[in-house]
C-alpha cells in the first residue's frame, strides 16, 4: 500500500493542492530585550504571517517559528486571525490563560508544536473559547501560555486545561490566571485554577 502525500493532485495529477484549515491563524513576533526605556507595552510586538493550510503551517513552522531560535525575552504568539495577543484585545479581555513553565528548551520547542498542532486542527471541544498560544523564552525558565477568552467560565476552563494536559502529555501543575489580576497586580503568580 503506497503512503498517501502531504499535498493531494488535482483532477488531472499534475496541481497540487493545498489542504485548507478550518480557520486562519496568524503568528505575531514580539522581542522585549529590543523595547526602548518608557515604550509602551506592546511596542514591539508584530504580526509576522497569517496562514491557512497544513503545508503553510509546516513551512513557516520548520522554517522559522521555533521557540529555540528565540533571543532571550523573545515571545512567538500563535493566535486565531483577528485576535490580537494583548489583554486589550476585545476577545481576550474578560480572558485569561493556562501556564507552564518549561526547563528545557527542547521541551518547550516539543510543547508549542503539539500545541499548534492541536489548535490548528481543532482537537479543542471547546476551541471557539481559546485565542492561540504564546511561547516566551526567558533566562531563567521558558513558558508556555495558553489564552482563552471567558475567563470567569470555570467549567469551560478546566475542560480546557485537562484537555492541554493529555495533548502535552505532562504531569506537571499547570495554573490559570485572569487577565484582570495580572493587570492589576504584576506580582501576581498564582492562578485562579490549578490543575
Known sequence: MAETAAVSTGA??????????????TFWFDNL????????????LRQVYTFDTVEEFWC??????????????????????GIEPKWEDP??????????TCKQRAALDDMWLETLMALIGEQFDESEEICGVVASVR????????????????????????KWKEILDIN????????????????????????
Not at 529590543?34 to 507595552?41: D, L, P, R
Not at 476577545?91 to 507552564?100: H, L, M, Q, V, Y
Open 12 to 25: 488531472e495529477g499534475g496541481e497540487a493542492v493545498p489542504h485548507p484549515l478550518q480557520r486562519k491563524w
Open 60 to 81: 513557516l513552522h520548520d522554517q522559522i517559528f521555533q521557540p529555540s531560535k528565540l533571543p532571550a525575552n523573545a515571545d512567538f504568539h500563535c493566535f486565531k486571525t
Open 33 to 44: 530585550s529590543k523595547s526602548k526605556q518608557g515604550a509602551a507595552w506592546g511596542a514591539s
Open 91 to 100: 476577545e481576550c479581555a474578560n480572558g485569561g490563560k493556562w501556564s507552564i
Open 172 to 195: 506537571e501543575k499547570i495554573s490559570y490566571s485572569f487577565h484582570d489580576d495580572s493587570k492589576r497586580d504584576k506580582s501576581s503568580r498564582g492562578g485562579r485554577y490549578n490543575l
Open 139 to 162: 533566562p531563567r525558565q521558558d513558558k508556555l501560555a495558553l489564552w482563552t477568552k471567558a475567563a470567569n467560565n470555570e467549567a469551560v476552563q478546566m475542560t480546557i486545561g485537562r
